[in-house]
T-cell receptor, first 113, second 116 residues
């Protein structure tokens, strides 16, 4: 597709389970970003990937959160031992070489019950 | 620490009215970048504009215009002759180091409703 694709669009999980969220960036985009949007905290930066450089993990809220980007393309955000406060919409974006215009996906709505 | 304040939680206007969305920011850096994003009901964030701290020139893009004033730490967004399709949540954001979407600090957003 032409845009950033995220899957699943919705995920309901039980507290304590692990979840994986997937992001397919726009082809050719070297920069990839994850953000979280929640009612209580608003939009928060999580992690940034640029090419083969070490990722900027400064926004990850705890060590239960991790992300990887395979082959410089698809990215997976993993949340281990989910908690209710992890409930949010997780947004992924990509851009060309870290330029100003980033393109966002429609997000994955995660609900922890 | 950096902070972005969008004091207007919700605004409702009638089509063809002009509307201004306010954004006030706080930063200790002399080099920083300001952004506006639009979030329609479909959920994705749509990039509208980026401004760096050294460029206070106002910008106009069609019905959209932006007023950047360092003296008041504001970066306001005006929509002229609003349309129903402008209905969305609008976010102002700040980056102290990067001109990209890396480490953006967002405001809480303003829900704009344009009534027909």
């Amino acid at each position: 597709g032409a845009g950033v694709s995220q899957s699943p669009s919705n995920k309901v999980t039980e507290k304590g389970k692990d979840v994986e969220l997937r992001c397919d960036p726009i082809s050719g985009h070297t920069a990839l970003y994850w953000y979280r949007q929640s009612l209580g905290q608003g939009l928060e930066f999580l992690i940034y990937f640029q090419g083969n450089s070490a990722p900027d993990k400064s926004g990850l809220p705890s060590d239960r959160f991790s992300a990887e980007r395979t082959g410089g393309s698809v990215s997976t955000l993993t949340i281990q031992r989910t908690q209710q406060e992890d409930s949010a919409v997780y947004l992924c974006a990509s851009s060309f070489r870290g330029k100003s215009e980033a393109f966002f996906g429609q997000g994955t709505r995660l609900t922890v019950v | 620490a950096q902070k972005v304040t969008q004091a207007q939680t919700e605004i409702s206007v009638v089509e063809k009215e002009d509307v201004t969305l306010d954004c006030v920011y706080e930063t200790r850096d002399t080099t920083y970048y300001l952004f506006w994003y639009k979030q329609p009901p479909s959920g994705e964030l749509v990039f509208l504009i980026r401004r760096n701290s050294f460029d206070e020139q106002n910008e106009i893009s069609g019905r959209y215009s932006w007023n950047f004033q360092k003296s008041t730490s504001s970066f306001n967004f005006t929509i002229t002759a609003s349309q129903v399709v402008d209905s969305a949540v609008y976010f102002c954001a700040l980056s102290e180091r990067y001109g990209s979407a890396r480490q953006l600090t967002f405001g809480s957003g303003t829900q704009l409703t344009v009534l027909p």
